[in-house]
């Protein structure tokens, strides 16, 4: 009967089901307790079925069932009704013969169920738990029971001895302790004490005893209802993203940075993050960061800077790689007399070719013998044409950048304002089927043996790629859906940002970026651009850079705190494929700083210092506020996005109160069908924006109401 409910649930053993009948005793749904006795508790409804048999997680349809419909169905109003919180106390108090209901979802979740059942009753009886809560929870069904049409008696009984938060259970445990230690709630009491009769003599005595009236005052009119027992909003929105700090960077670098954002008045991220990229661009493959005798890092980052179009991220764009296309320009210019005699050698030569092979396809014996040697021996020394270095690209499939890569020292930077690079590494060239491993291997810097069919294979020791980014937001959004992008770490190695956009707030009158902030950034990049690598022109390694002590002290705080906040219930718990990368990061970022500050000498005869790795922990905290922001973003809920929309709409019209059949009207562009609207209100009821009231006839039809909550209204 409960197929599809687990036995474990985040990580936590199944404790106990609770089954929901219908006057009829047919299944309903369950709710199922997951507890593992040390984290807290998780408590999962299960109404929803598929193929009508399985189980699926998900509350009931609005208005929800009693726990105890079935019960309630056998016996006649004149019997008294117990109402608790919970169904392990509601399921106690049923073991020993008498009627207890409570409603699914908890102490928040009263208005959410339907009581007319209980129209008629003649006396219920409500027991709150000890806590302001549990008083919350029957107050708030107090007040809907006496607007029923024909509302019973309310009398509430606090039992006495209760420890804080306490219940009916704990009474029940204080009251057969001597005779049944162990019992712990969960399972229904044991026949022969029900049968003793003795523990139900003493609960209703106590009830006698300790029971009252309920207060007039706590009937809530509809005026009162919609400023009272309103609990504050639960934000929809992801937590408050901090300032980006505007004094990391080396001196030089941090003026062209902070001017270029406040040139192109853009958020000061953007310029940040495409600044980092290109540095990135020109240091990769030359640097490597010893943190261990066997831990290194590489030098490149991945970073995607997420802003709506018309945000001027071209602009941005264009000004952060200038020194890099200056660069290519340049040596464009000084192998242009080499390429061309090379290539004029070469056509020369060739032609030579043919006209030797044209003799050697006549010439039989000896003859034909010696032109192959001379075929052969000039073929050997055909003039290597001088390849034109390139630093970045824009879109490149994964095939072409094996090439790019292999040509350009191992090296490349993918930088763009567009997104088109995700449609190829999710497989827009190769049928569909994403191709990551040498994008993935080119992050890592781990050696690339591709073999290809016809084409010649491309094998690199220690491969260097850079990503900087400028997607639009929207293109982010179901990132996550994609399995092979989470699940074999692409999305976990990017750096994000999602900074708020100011389009419609900008002056478009800003001055230029003064030149002399642009001629030292430029001659920085040039600086680290012209750095020889270590060893030999034949076979060139990367240089090595090492940390100081306080330094390498200070990342180890960071990296265990990170380590901390990925358990169960820490910040980056669900994130732990992109936090896991953060500590190798925050090196590589404390790098680039240290071979940006350090560009016109050799940076690597000077050891990483605290003023760069707190530099890169101060940036590393802000990107794990974005991460938070992004990978909402990424895999955002349908139903938080939909609730977002309604919450606006509801803003904008003023709206106290609505109805159902009015929110999917205003909307139904966007959502076809009504059932789409459910999951929305289930959202912005949990979340207290709303709450629903009595439904009311419209034109022979019942439409839901929904209040709401003043507090949003009040902005």
Not at 490 to 504: D, E, H, K, T, W
Not at 541 to 546: D, G, R, V
Not at 666 to 689: G, S
């Amino acid at each position: 009967m409960m197929q599809g409910i687990p036995q474990t649930f985040n990580n936590k053993p199944r404790r106990f089901v609770w089954e929901y009948r219908n006057p009829q005793s047919e299944p309903l749904g369950y709710v199922a307790r997951f507890d593992d006795g040390i984290e807290k508790k998780e408590i999962v409804p299960y109404f929803k079925r598929t193929n009508g048999h399985v189980w699926q997680s998900g509350s009931a349809t609005e208005p929800r069932p009693l726990f105890g419909l079935d019960i309630l169905s056998l016996d006649d109003n004149e019997r008294a009704v117990f109402i608790v919180e919970g169904e392990k106390a509601a399921a106690a108090l049923q073991s020993l013969g008498i009627i207890a209901i409570t409603s699914q979802g908890g102490s928040n979740a009263s208005l959410k169920t339907d009581w007319k059942p209980l129209n008629g009753r003649k006396r219920i009886y409500l027991l709150p738990d000890n806590d302001e809560a549990g008083e919350s929870y029957i107050k708030a069904v107090a007040a809907i029971l006496m607007s029923l049409d024909e509302p019973p008696a309310l009398f509430i009984v606090r039992l006495p001895n209760l420890p804080p938060a306490g219940d009916v259970i704990d009474w029940i445990i204080s009251n057969i302790d001597e005779v049944l230690p162990n019992w712990d709630g969960y399972e229904p009491l044991p026949q022969s004490l029900i049968e003793n009769g003795a523990l139900l003599n003493d609960f209703k005595e106590a009830v006698q005893q300790h029971c009252k009236p309920v207060p007039d005052e706590w009937k809530v009119t509809s005026e009162q209802a919609d400023t009272t027992n309103w609990q504050a909003p639960i934000s929809l929105e992801s937590a408050k993203l901090p300032p980006w700090p505007d004094d990391v960077f080396p001196g030089s670098i941090q003026d062209f940075v902070s001017a270029l954002s406040e040139s192109t008045e853009t958020p000061p991220e953007l310029s940040a993050m495409l600044v980092l990229a290109a540095i990135s661009a020109a240091a990769q493959g030359k640097y490597r960061v010893r943190i261990k005798a066997d831990y290194f890092e590489p030098v490149n980052i991945w970073s995607c800077a997420a802003l709506p179009p018309g945000s001027r991220k071209t602009a941005v764009q264009m000004a952060a790689t200038a020194p890099l296309t200056k660069w290519e320009n340049l040596q464009r210019e000084k192998l242009e007399p080499a390429i061309k005699k090379a290539q004029a050698d070469d056509a020369t030569i060739r032609e030579q070719l043919n006209f030797l092979r044209k003799q050697a396809s006549k010439a039989k014996g000896a003859e034909f013998e010696q032109l192959k040697k001379e075929i052969a021996a000039i073929e050997a020394n055909l003039p290597e044409i001088p390849a034109v270095p390139q630093i970045w690209a824009q879109d490149v499939t994964p095939e072409n950048l094996g090439t790019i890569m292999a040509n350009n020292n191992e090296r490349m930077a993918i930088l763009s304002d567009e997104a088109g690079i995700f449609d190829i590494l999710g497989g827009r060239y190769s049928g569909g089927i994403p191709n990551l491993d040498l994008f993935l291997q080119g992050h890592a810097g781990s050696a690339v043996r591709v073999n290809r069919g016809s084409r010649p294979p491309v094998f690199m020791q220690t491969p260097a790629l850079t990503f900087g980014l400028s997607p639009q937001p929207e293109v982010l959004r179901g990132l996550t859906e994609k399995p092979s992008f989470r699940g074999r770490g692409l999305l976990g190695r990017f750096l994000y940002v999602v900074p708020p956009s100011n389009l419609g707030y900008r002056t478009l009158d800003k001055s230029p970026i003064f030149p002399d902030y642009a001629a030292r950034y430029d001659g920085i990049l040039t600086g680290i651009l012209n750095q020889e690598m270590a060893g030999s022109k034949e076979e060139p390694t990367p240089h090595i850079l090492k940390i100081t002590a306080d330094a390498l002290q200070a990342w180890q705080s960071f990296a265990l705190e990170v380590e901390t906040g990925m358990r169960e219930g820490g910040t980056h718990a669900h994130l732990t494929d992109w936090a896991g990368k953060l500590p190798g990061a925050v090196i590589r970022i404390a790098a680039l700083l240290h071979i940006a500050r350090h560009a016109l000498v050799r940076a690597w005869e000077k050891e990483i210092g605290i003023e760069d790795m707190n530099a890169a922990l101060r940036i590393a905290d802000v990107l794990s506020a974005h991460s938070l922001a992004v990978f909402d973003l990424m895999g955002a809920d349908p139903a938080l996005d939909g609730a977002r929309i309604v919450l606006r709409w509801i803003e904008h019209e003023g709206k106290t109160e609505f109805t159902f059949r009015d929110c999917h009207y205003a909307h139904k562009t966007r959502y076809k069908r009504t059932a789409e609207l459910e999951p929305i209100m289930e959202v912005l009821i949990e979340r207290h924006y709303i709450r629903p009231k009595a439904a009311k006839l419209l034109q022979g039809r019942p439409s839901r109401i929904y209040e709401v909550n003043p507090i949003i209204l009040e902005k």
